[in-house]
T-cell receptor, first 113, second 115 residues
Framework: NAGVTQTPKFRVLKTGQSMTLLCAQD?????MYWYRQDPGMGLRLIHY???????AKGEVPDGYNVSRLKKQNFLLGLESAAPSQTSVYFC????????????FGPGTRLTVL | GESVGLHLPTLSVQEGDNSIINCAYSNSASDYFIWYKQESGKGPQFIID?????DKRQGQRVTVLLNKTVKHLSLQIAATQPGDSAVYFC??????????????FGKGTKLSVKP
């Protein structure tokens, strides 16, 4: 039981490049989330999903897209990376929504030059 | 407690002492609160939660207190150990009872434990 895993762990992009971050969970959770964490800040919700095939916007969705084609996977895409998207990205999952314990992955550190 | 700007509040305690980390939440309608611990280079880890119909909840070595009158949440750690050194985040949610809602995280407090 690996919990929540994220790939890659680190990535450096140039402005304008695209990439996809992968989150996988093996706990059969319905809900999945993508957060970003900037220095001295708490986590801010980018997008989330309440089940396979569904996605919804969070607090800071601009510049990101997501897909939940399989229940266990939640993908975060950056179509045209910008330096403002330099951050640490965390994925999380839970059984029953935001009032249930969220289990976090180890994070992906992204730098956009 | 909550920080303004980029500098995290820091709490330094001696090993074996009790720690109290404070958090002011923003929304009087919030009905669910959580504390997370984040060690360097890792994702946040759940510590304890509390619903708004409670004032206090205890776990193993940790206690969360909720004061709805002043919108204040605190985390108490008994007999603090070096392994407790981390950044602690409080989070609130106003979605319980029908709507999904989402967690709103505070900026965190860094706890340093001196041996």
């Amino acid at each position: 039981n690996a919990g929540v895993t994220q790939t890659p762990k680190f990535r450096v992009l140039k402005t304008g490049q695209s990439m996809t971050l992968l989150c996988a969970q093996d706990m059969n959770h319905e809900y999945m989330y993508w957060y970003r964490q900037d220095p001295g800040m708490g986590l801010r919700l980018i997008h989330y999903s309440v089940g396979e095939g569904t996605t919804a916007k969070g607090e800071v969705p601009d510049g990101y897209n997501v897909s939940r084609l399989k229940k266990q996977n939640f993908l975060l895409g950056l179509e045209s990376a910008a330096p403002s998207q330099t951050s640490v990205y965390f994925c999380a999952s839970s059984w029953a929504g935001a009032t249930d314990t969220q289990y976090f992955g180890p994070g992906t550190r992204l730098t956009v030059l | 407690g909550e920080s303004v700007g980029l500098h995290l509040p820091t709490l330094s305690v001696q090993e074996g002492d009790n720690s109290i980390i404070n958090c002011a939440y923003s929304n009087s309608a919030s009905d669910y609160f959580i504390w997370y611990k984040q060690e360097s280079g890792k994702g946040p880890q759940f510590i304890i939660d509390i619903r708004s119909n409670m004032d206090k909840r205890q776990g193993q070595r940790v206690t969360v207190l909720l004061n709805k009158t002043v919108k204040h949440l605190s985390l108490q750690i008994a007999a603090t150990q070096p392994g407790d050194s981390a950044v602690y985040f409080c989070a609130e949610n106003i979605g319980y009872g029908g709507s999904q809602g989402n967690l709103i995280f505070g900026k965190g407090t860094k706890l340093s434990v001196k041996p």
